[in-house]
């Protein structure tokens, strides 16, 4: 079994939401870093989402309605794990336009 650490950036997420990362193939994911700028000047809320591939049912909100104040970084995983399979989806969506900057840690497992 191999293991990989990896970074994904996405610079400007907005209220259309964007998909950070999918889980490859033949692959078991934890996210041990995540990180939210505001790069806004003003306030903003974010919502961070896991879609499952399996169940739809299991799809989950990481965070709901987090307010971020101006220029601010928030990590709300604070070294907590979460474990991704096989097609899972992380998205990221804000109340403002081009408003947040995402660093997503992750170790895959092959």
């Given at each position: 079994m191999a293991n990989t650490f990896i970074?994904?950036?996405?610079?400007?997420?907005?209220?259309?939401?964007?998909?950070?990362?999918?889980?490859?193939?033949?692959?078991?994911?934890?996210?041990?870093g995540f990180n939210l700028t505001n790069t806004t000047s003003s306030a903003i809320t974010v919502d961070v989402f896991i879609n499952k591939s399996d169940v739809s049912a299991d799809d989950v909100y990481l965070v709901k309605d987090i307010e971020i104040p101006t220029g601010t970084l928030y990590d709300f995983n604070a070294g907590n794990k979460i474990?991704?399979?096989?097609?899972?989806?992380?998205?990221v969506t804000s109340s403002a336009n081009s408003s947040v900057d995402v660093?997503?840690?992750i170790l895959e497992q092959t």
């Open positions: 970074s994904k950036t996405k610079s400007s997420v907005g209220t259309a939401g964007d998909t950070i990362y999918t889980v490859p193939g033949s692959t078991t994911s934890v996210i041990i474990i991704l399979n096989t097609g899972d989806l992380v998205t660093i997503l840690s």
